[in-house]
């Protein structure tokens, strides 16, 4: 493992090479790099290196910015605390700075983020995968990476069928959102999705428990009364129509169950222990549901 660190010149690698018993002569590297002319052409970073290796390899490593690459995982239905939680864990930047970096405008970069209202931060649009970052990567850059994810897998055609439909990315975002965190299954996102574009159309409250957690960082599978009290434009029990902003960071599969809801019979549903998705057409059905499942 030998790091090339940001200002070094072909002099400093030299030397800390020998130092590290990698090379044996420092004026060997440092004439073979000028002669071949690729002493300005040696990128930062960290290298895994053998003393078996010939300077020519070394140099051509060096050259290319083959450096050793680190994987992080953003996971599906994380918002923007566990996400900046988890890169403060791997020392990437901290809270603090991930934060203020979310706040920023990206508009310029990506136009999908057009229809965002510009108070919003970037919760929902940081595309969970996973991705090889260099020792040193900056936050920011990690940022335009996982908007990027964003932007390629949000295709011409998904956007063309938000536009037909007359909602914005925003609002799929949103829906999405919750449909992660409501459901796992595919089948169960969508038909979860027609009932609560429904339930907009009807002017009736959406009533997800989801949001309600989003507000207090709770994780639970029923709320309580008081908290469906809570004076929050996020609370889906106090409001209708959609929260404020997005909940979560929805995999491709909830963004397309938001654009692609399944029409279906019914009103209501709710989850069991065991996370199976009981759907009901009425409120009297739902009652009995809530009785059998949630007891």
Not at 120 to 134: K, N, R, S
């Amino acid at each position: 493992m030998f790091t090339v660190y940001k200002g070094w010149g072909d002099e400093e690698v030299a030397r800390n090479l020998k130092a590290a018993g990698i090379i044996r002569s420092d004026y060997f590297f440092r004439i073979y790099t000028l002669l071949s002319l690729k002493h300005h052409l040696l990128k930062a970073g960290t290298y895994e290196l053998s003393p078996r290796m010939s300077v020519y390899q070394i140099v051509d490593k060096m050259k290319k910015g083959e450096v050793i690459k680190n994987k992080i995982t953003i996971l599906e239905g994380w918002d923007l605390k566990k996400i900046g939680a988890y890169l403060e864990s791997k020392n990437i930047c901290s809270n603090q700075e991930f934060f203020s970096i979310v706040q920023k405008n990206f508009l310029n970069d990506f136009d999908f983020l057009k229809d965002k209202p510009p108070d919003a931060d970037l919760e929902g649009y940081l595309f969970p995968d996973t991705y090889e970052i260099v020792e040193g990567e900056g936050c920011e850059k990690i940022i335009r990476r996982m908007l990027s994810n964003f932007d390629q897998k949000l295709t011409p055609e998904l956007r063309e069928e938000i536009n037909k439909q007359g909602k914005t990315i925003f609002e799929i975002i949103i829906m999405a959102s919750i449909l992660e965190k409501e459901a796992k299954r595919e089948e169960d996102k969508r038909i979860i999705s027609g009932i609560l574009w429904k339930r907009i159309q009807a002017n009736m409250p959406l009533q997800v428990d989801a949001t309600v957690n989003y507000i207090t960082g709770k994780n639970l599978p029923a709320i309580s009364l008081q908290d469906k009290e809570i004076d929050s434009p996020y609370n889906t029990y106090k409001y209708k129509n959609l929260p404020k902003g997005p909940i979560s960071t929805p995999s491709l599969e909830s963004i397309k169950a938001a654009i692609y809801p399944k029409e279906s019979h019914f009103w209501y549903y709710l989850s069991t222990p065991e996370g199976e998705i009981i759907f009901s057409k009425t409120f009297e059905e739902h009652k009995i549901a809530k009785q059998k499942y949630l007891r």
